[in-house]
């Protein structure tokens, strides 16, 4: 009986380390394809996101009030990239608004792991 419990302890352990990786490490995964840390690829570097923002706070503000493109601040300097904004107002909606909505990730935590590259 003793032993049946600690297996059963043992595998949700398992289970729920299994799950944080799945989840908080992996927050940014979907969005590499046009994102890279330091170089411009489809869309802005992190980095280059991390100077126009200045802070985790003040992005997930931006992602949280909906995103507009007058709200954005890498487009709002970069003639370039705001040509593309729309390519990223369609990402906003199915990678983000849509997980958070579900429950996945905060926008807060979104905006974090985004200032810890
Ligand atoms: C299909 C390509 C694509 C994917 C996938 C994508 N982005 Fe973007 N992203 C862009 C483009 C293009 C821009 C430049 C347009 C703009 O600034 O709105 C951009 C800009 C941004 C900006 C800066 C907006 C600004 O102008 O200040 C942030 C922040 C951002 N993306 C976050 C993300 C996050 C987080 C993900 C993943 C959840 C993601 N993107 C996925 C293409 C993409």
New binding site residues.
């Given amino acids: 009986m003793k032993k049946t419990l600690l297996i059963a302890a043992a595998v949700s352990v398992v289970a729920f380390a299994g799950m944080n990786t799945a989840t908080a490490g992996d927050?940014?995964k979907?969005?590499?394809?046009?994102?890279a840390t330091s170089k411009d690829?489809?869309?802005?570097s992190w980095k280059?996101?991390q100077a126009?923002?200045g802070s985790a706070d003040t992005?997930a503000a931006?992602?949280e009030s909906g995103?507009a493109?007058d709200?954005?601040?890498?487009?709002?300097t970069?003639a370039k990239?705001?040509?593309?904004?729309?390519?990223?107002?369609?990402?906003?909606k199915n990678?983000?608004k849509k997980?958070v909505k579900k429950g996945k990730f905060t926008y807060n935590e979104?905006?974090e792991?985004?200032f810890a590259k």
């Avoid at 990239?81 to 369609?90: I, L, N, Q, Y």
């Fill in positions: 927050i940014t979907k969005c590499k394809s046009c994102h690829k489809v869309g802005p280059k996101i126009a923002y992005l931006v992602f995103f493109v709200d954005r601040k890498v487009a709002a970069d990239f705001k040509k593309k904004a729309k390519v990223m107002s369609g990402q906003y990678l983000i997980q979104l905006a792991a985004i």
